[in-house]
């Protein structure tokens, strides 16, 4: 058990904590209680800055199962501290916010809970080196943001946006499973470092860009990016505490560090710029021209989130092409846009988690999140308005914020870009820095109109009735931590350079001798360059477009209601349902015994089939036991058991002659020494009789079966198969040998397994992980039988599903 | 009606401990004989079973208070538990250990942790087997 391993199960132990010690605690101190687990996971983080910026890495393995090649890896790199560090830090000042912006009414308990076990998996995606369990921890925390975006699920919309958010970026994270298994059939190892050390033997690979472009299709559903962000803004129904958290800070952030994590890997490939180059900066313009139309405060940050995730992910695709350069002096400038890439990252945690948070405030004491309705607000909520005019001068690019140094950098990066000529970046030519610099233009306007529509002009009437007054401290706080930091990251970039950004170039780039070298000092004055000018450009147009806003906001209505991606997806979603609802309905009869036919069919078809198809039957009685006559007699008694089960007339002799049939398997087993199986048979036979007896009184009379002749055969054909499969495998397994005998291991099971009784070492140790997982199937299985009975509405109840 | 049962319910006052001592006895013997988790959970669940038979509901609950759904909890709590917890010895997923002791009055004794993962297949059983059963017969 190292430091690593201990770093991310804390936050999941405390989860699984939370419901057994709430309810002794007021409710308004689980918060506090929850609030340790970040802030130490923190500070512990922190001590961790120095070492990794001398270039020190952690990695600890713990063998989870190795036979399959699964560990529990973990790595701690300058690329994963960064993340772990704003999981961490967001984390605590976002449960700080919490504490005062839930009321204590709302099932806390609930709320905390998932918030760890969102901490917890996302601490497990960036510190894990394995893929499998990445990929598990990857999708833990879909299902977290589920559940948060779903919290107040008495909400339509908060169902409705949580299924959204589920369904696209759980599907992505299939498709990366599946990029994941090839990357493994490629180099036959689930640890990234392997394969990036392997990289020369899987790059030629036939599977190569199919497992590049599904890593990627999971990184782009996860971070939001065009077509895929439709889910951000309905997940925007969660809890404000949620949104600054999840969709703004780091769960948003998960793709774009798989792209940073795999651009070793990957990176080297014209297939891999151009998709997160293009995509990136579609998304960059799209989500903030969209920012502009929208009234709610939160979806204007939800689209400015998707729009910086955009920005973010198309400097990360520029940054790649020094991999396909190589090292030398003069390719190094091109790592600056990686650099850039995660110093934004940095500060667009800082400067959108404090927007969030001021939303939430505007919300909380407002009552209202419509721009339409707001107004005035500077004169009663002073604070809130500095956190908002900080935050968004950062997000629109001026100085002196940290938003205006990476913005430049951005600049420097698209600019720098056109002059390569490889990958035909040529023929595009300049269309690259003018779509970043448009998408800024909108960037702007938005920040404008979160400004001016929320805290200037006049207040309307109905505000002023209710009296508002400033949130509390507790709530000003966070906001005001984070808002400190945009402007010291301004003052003090290079610290932030020099500790934490540094010891991350080297994991996106580990064949560069020196970190130094893709180290720029960031300063915020160069000279009058284009980068300024077209800071400077930004400004002018974007007032000028914020004044006549109203004159060109028609180009909006342009685009047709029903081929907005929303309707598309909404169209699939229904079209899909109708059709398996359909296919379901054809077969899906009713009739026990429809469903009985597809089973032993497809038994037959596939076991029988098999065995067919390989020419494995295979019958040599040669070394079989003299069969005893009383094994006849018991023979005997099954069949005529058997085929008497045909014929009977009520149901209590189908049961009784049933139970001939189990007790006689039974005693089959003491035949042929198997004390253990013959027990379970006689308790099981027992167990289930007695069921049949309490279910008497619910079952139907037994009535002669009305059908046709050709349904009759047909059956009776069926029953034949299966009957003659099961003897023929039977016969056939004692003579098998396509697989290697496994018995060695039971014969010596009192050495492997410290136990002399094999039927127990095969259930609690050779395979203890099917027992393990066996129990946990049937406890949900009695939990299913007591739900199904016990909570089925009564007679007269209203359906309450829905 | 009332149905005589007199018989029934004299041979069960009997006959239960010697259905419980045995799924006790098996759940034990298991590691070298026949007999194990799955077998003595079995055998006690079966052992309720028959005693909600023979009495009614209210009484066996009187005596044995528990609510199934929470042994079941349990054990699956202790199988998994069990399996987590050589995590903490570096040991991989599910690895277990076993060892000898001298009692003062049992004389040598095998103890293994694998007995802790049993305890819990058993106690699932046991649960899961009688809240099937009990939810099926209190349904109107």
């Not at chain 2, 009614?56 to 538990?81: Q, S, Y």
């Amino acid at each position: 058990m190292t430091i690593d391993i201990a770093i991310i199960l804390t936050p999941f132990i405390m989860a699984a904590l939370i419901p057994i010690f709430y309810r002794r605690l007021r409710k308004n101190m689980i918060g506090w209680v929850v609030l340790i687990i970040p802030v130490s996971l923190f500070l512990l983080l922190t001590t961790y800055i120095p070492r990794v910026a001398k270039g020190e890495v952690y990695s600890h393995t713990y063998e989870w199962i190795p036979s399959f090649n699964l560990n529990f890896t973990t790595y701690i790199d300058g690329l994963s501290l960064i993340f772990s560090l704003l999981i961490t830090g967001v984390g605590s000042l976002v449960i700080l916010y919490s504490i005062f912006y839930l009321s204590v009414k709302e099932s806390l308990h609930h709320f905390y809970c998932y918030l760890l076990l969102f901490m917890g998996a996302m601490l497990g995606v960036v510190f894990s080196d394995n893929l499998m369990v990445l990929y598990a921890f990857w999708e833990l925390t879909s299902v977290s943001s589920f559940l948060l975006i779903a919290f107040w699920h008495h909400r339509k919309a908060s169902r409705a946006g949580a299924r959204k958010s589920m369904t696209i970026t759980v599907s992505g994270g299939v498709a990366m499973l599946v990029g994941f298994l090839m990357l493994y059939a490629m180099s036959g190892t689930f640890s990234i470092r392997e394969i990036i050390n392997n990289i020369d033997v899987i790059s030629g690979h036939v599977l190569f860009i199919p497992a590049l472009l599904l890593v990627l299709f999971g990184a782009f559903t996860k971070s939001a990016q065009f077509p895929f962000h439709i889910w951000l803004p309905d997940a925007m129904e969660a809890p404000t505490p949620v949104s600054s958290y999840l969709h703004s800070a780091t769960m948003v952030k998960a793709g774009i560090y798989l792209v940073a994590r795999f651009t070793p890997i990957f990176g080297g490939e014209m297939v891999w710029f151009w998709t997160i180059t293009g995509v990136g900066l579609i998304t960059l313009f799209w989500g903030s021209f969209n920012a502009v139309r929208q009234v709610d405060l939160k979806a204007i940050l939800a689209y400015s989130t998707v729009s910086q995730l955009g920005l973010i992910m198309s400097l990360l695709g520029l940054g790649s092409v020094a991999v396909y350069l190589g090292y030398s002096t003069e390719t190094v400038m091109y790592t600056q846009a990686t650099f850039a890439a995660l110093f934004h990252l940095i500060n667009h945690s800082t400067f959108k988690g404090a927007l969030f948070m001021m939303v939430g405030i505007v919300d909380h004491e407002i009552g209202t999140r419509d721009i339409r309705r707001l107004g005035g607000l500077m004169a009663i909520l002073p604070f809130t308005f500095t956190i908002a005019i900080i935050g968004c001068f950062s997000m629109a690019g001026l100085p002196p914020f940290n938003g205006f140094l990476s913005k430049e950098m951005f600049f420097t990066a698209v600019l720098n870009i056109t002059e390569l000529n490889i990958f035909s970046i040529h023929n595009i030519g300049l269309l690259i820095p003018i779509v970043a610099w448009v998408a800024s233009v909108f960037t702007f306007v938005y920040c404008l109109i979160i400004v001016s529509k929320t805290f200037l002009g006049s207040m309307k009437p109905d505000i002023v009735e209710k009296n508002p007054h400033e949130a509390p401290f507790g709530m000003l706080l966070p906001p005001f931590i984070l808002i400190g930091l945009v402007i010291t990251i301004f003052f003090f970039p290079n610290l932030l350079g020099e500790y934490i950004l540094k010891p991350a170039m080297l994991s996106v780039y580990p064949t560069f001798p020196s970190a130094e070298e893709m180290t720029p000092h960031i300063s915020a004055w160069h000279r009058i360059n284009t980068e300024l000018l077209m800071t400077l450009g930004v400004v002018v147009l974007g007032i000028i477009l914020y004044r006549f806003l109203k004159y060109w906001s028609k180009i909006y209505r342009l685009f047709p209601k029903q081929w907005t991606l929303n309707a598309i997806y909404e169209k699939v979603i229904t079209s899909s349902e109708n059709i398996s609802e359909s296919i379901t309905k054809r077969y899906m009869s009713g009739h026990l015994t429809h469903y009985f036919v597809y089973i032993y069919v497809s038994f037959v078809a596939i076991v029988a089939g098999t065995f067919i198809a390989l020419d494995a039957f295979e019958w040599n009685p040669t070394n079989d036991a003299v069969i005893e006559n009383y094994e006849l007699i018991l023979v005997f008694v099954m069949i005529f058991a058997a085929v008497a089960i045909l014929f009977a007339k009520s149901r209590i002799t189908t049961v009784l002659l049933n139970g001939v049939l189990g007790y006689s398997v039974a005693f089959f087993f003491v035949i042929f020494r198997a004390p253990d199986l013959a027990l379970t048979q006689l308790v099981v036979e027992s167990v289930t009789t007695a069921l049949y007896l309490i279910c008497f009184k619910f079952l139907a009379e037994l009535k002669p079966e009305r059908s046709t002749k050709r349904v009759k055969i047909s059956n009776g054909l069926i029953s034949v198969f299966v009957g003659a499969t099961v003897t023929l495998i039977g016969l056939t397994v004692v003579n098998y040998d396509k697989f290697k005998s496994i018995s060695s291991y039971f014969e010596d099971s009192y050495n492997l397994a410290g136990g002399k009784n094999i039927v127990n070492t095969i259930l609690g140790d050779f395979r203890a992980f099917d027992t393990m997982l066996e129990v946990v199937v049937l406890f949900i299985a009695g939990l299913g039988v007591f739900a199904l009975i016990k909570l089925k509405a009564k007679k007269g109840d209203v359906d309450i599903e829905n | 009606m009332k149905i005589n049962d007199v018989i029934l319910r004299t041979v069960v006052k009997g006959v239960i401990f010697i259905i419980l001592t045995l799924g006790v006895y098996l759940f034990f013997s298991g590691h070298n004989a026949p007999g194990g988790g799955f077998i003595g959970g079995l055998v006690l669940g079966s052992g309720l079973v028959l005693l909600y038979i023979t009495y009614d509901l209210e009484t066996v609950h009187k005596k044995m208070p528990f609510d199934f759904k929470k042994v079941a909890g349990l054990g699956v709590l202790l199988a998994t538990g069990s399996a987590i917890g050589s995590i903490f010895f570096d040991a991989p997923f599910l690895s277990q250990t076993d060892t000898y002791f001298t009692f003062p009055i049992l004389g040598e004794k095998h103890l293994t942790t694998v007995t802790v993962f049993e305890a819990g297949v058993a106690l699932t059983v046991i649960g899961t087997l009688v809240t099937i059963i009990l939810s099926i017969s209190e349904d109107e």
